[in-house]
T-cell receptor, first 113, second 113 residues
Framework: TQLLEQSPQFLSIQEGENLTVYCNSSSVFSSLQWYRQEPGEGPVLLVTVVTGGEVKKLKRLTFQFGDARKDSSLHITAAQPGDTGLYLCAGAAGGTSYGKLTFGQGTILTVHP | DAGITQSPRYKITETGRQVTLMCHQTWSHSYMFWYRQDLGHGLRLIYYSAAADITDKGEVPDGYVVSRSKTENFPLTLESATRSQTSVYFC????????????FGEGSWLTVV
């Protein structure tokens, strides 16, 4: 069974601060995804990283896939209250495991004005 | 664009009763999934389906039954509900070609008393 360890589980910061969320595993993934989930809603895909060492940017969010495709990070620059939510990483094993994602436990981010 | 819809959104049932959660998608996606979300566990895959009449177990299938007679529908049945099945259930779908991109429904909150 593949496991994804996500940290920290909780993060409470002030507006304007930077933060990083980590997602680590001993397993190799064919791709890794980051989701954001609002209360009462389903997760919404933010980004998919596929290549080892890949870096993707989405406005103030920077996503990185580790060289060995076992870990990933999400960095938010100058956090805003609108960034508040649950962030989830999810790894895909690939091949016949299409769509069968392994999720991390999630990081609850609260950004205070 | 209705997307993926789940019903009921909220359900309270008694231990031992049978409960069916419905999932309907309008995209004609070949893949469909059922996940449950519990605090501290992230999302865990219950069952998935690669096409109509093709289903397979995920990480936590015990106590659940699925069927997929039509591409657009993927109901999840709890044959004899237990308190440990109190959770938020998410249905999801994917077209199978978008790099493991899956789309989640809004969730069904189930409480077993």
């Amino acid at each position: 069974t593949q496991l994804l360890e996500q940290s920290p589980q909780f993060l409470s910061i002030q507006e304007g601060e930077n933060l990083t969320v980590y997602c680590n595993s001993s397993s190799v993934f064919s791709s890794l995804q980051w989701y954001r989930q609002e209360p009462g809603e389903g997760p919404v895909l933010l980004v998919t990283v596929v290549t080892g060492g890949e870096v993707k940017k989405l406005k103030r969010l920077t996503f990185q896939f580790g060289d060995a495709r076992k870990d990933s990070s999400l960095h938010i620059t100058a956090a805003q209250p609108g960034d508040t939510g649950l962030y989830l990483c999810a790894g895909a094993a690939g091949g016949t495991s299409y769509g069968k994602l392994t999720f991390g436990q999630g990081t609850i981010l609260t950004v205070h004005p | 664009d209705a997307g993926i819809t789940q019903s009921p959104r909220y359900k309270i049932t008694e231990t031992g009763r049978q409960v069916t959660l419905m999932c309907h998608q309008t995209w004609s996606h070949s893949y469909m999934f059922w996940y449950r979300q519990d605090l501290g566990h992230g999302l865990r895959l219950i069952y998935y389906s690669a096409a109509a009449d093709i289903t397979d177990k995920g990480e936590v299938p015990d106590g659940y039954v699925v069927s997929r007679s039509k591409t657009e529908n993927f109901p999840l049945t709890l044959e004899s509900a237990t308190r440990s099945q109190t959770s938020v259930y998410f249905c999801a779908s994917s077209d199978g070609v978008s790099g493991n991109t899956i789309y989640f429904g809004e969730g069904s909150w189930l409480t077993v008393v």
